[in-house]
Each structure stands twice: as structure tokens, then as C-alpha cells.
């Protein structure tokens, strides 16, 4: 089975940039759905971005044009590039794929 784990969450000001990485051990991505899901504080989960097979992706409104989700089979990896970051961008962020969820990475940004 899949285990997901990610990494790159930090503390930045507004207008900042993070890479998060979401890596896969126990078996690939494949051309599996790789979804970017957050959670900020005191409010439910919500989808973010998406990765399908090939080179399709979505996001959702509140980051098309800032946020990137890149993909790397031969490293069984899902990034995701935030840009121009906002205060409302902080919380937990997860990657999911088949029903699996890493443990999230905090991203904070300061005003």
C-alpha cells in the first residue's frame, strides 16, 4: 500500500514563496489522482489543487495563477509551488492518492 509523506511547510511573510513535496514509498503514483488538500485553523479540509494522469491539472479559485502541481514519476514525487502566498493560505496541507493521506505539513504566512 501507498504511504505519502510530505514536506516543505514553513513560516514565510506575505508575498513568499514554498515548495511543498509530497513523496511516495510503497508503491508509485503511477497515473493515479494525486490531490493537494488543506486545512486551516479551526475550519474542514478543502481541495487545493490536482494532478491527473498525464499533464492535466485543476485548481481551485482561491489559488489558480499562484499555486503550481508538478508532478516527477521516476521520483515518485507531487509538488506543489505556492506563490505570492497570503495570510489566508496558512494551514495543514496534505497530498492524498487512493484514499491514502500523508501527515500534512503547516504552512504559516505572516502579515
Known amino acids: 500500500q501507498v504511504r505519502l509523506a510530505e514536506s516543505g511547510g514553513g513560516l514565510v511573510q506575505t508575498g513568499e514563496s514554498l515548495t511543498l513535496s509530497c513523496a511516495a514509498s510503497?508503491?508509485?503514483?503511477?497515473?493515479?489522482?494525486v490531490d493537494w488538500y488543506r486545512q486551516p485553523p479551526a475550519k474542514g479540509r478543502e481541495l487545493v489543487a490536482r494532478s491527473f494522469s498525464g499533464s492535466r491539472t485543476l485548481y481551485v479559485d482561491a489559488v489558480k495563477g499562484r499555486f503550481l502541481i508538478s508532478r516527477d514519476n521516476q521520483k515518485n514525487r507531487v509538488y506543489m509551488r505556492m506563490n505570492s502566498l497570503k495570510p489566508e493560505d496558512t494551514a495543514v496541507y496534505y497530498c492524498?492518492?487512493?484514499?491514502?493521506w500523508g501527515q500534512g505539513t503547516q504552512v504559516t504566512v505572516s502579515s
Open positions: 492524498t492518492t487512493l484514499g491514502v
Open positions: 510503497g508503491s508509485a503514483f503511477g497515473d493515479n489522482t
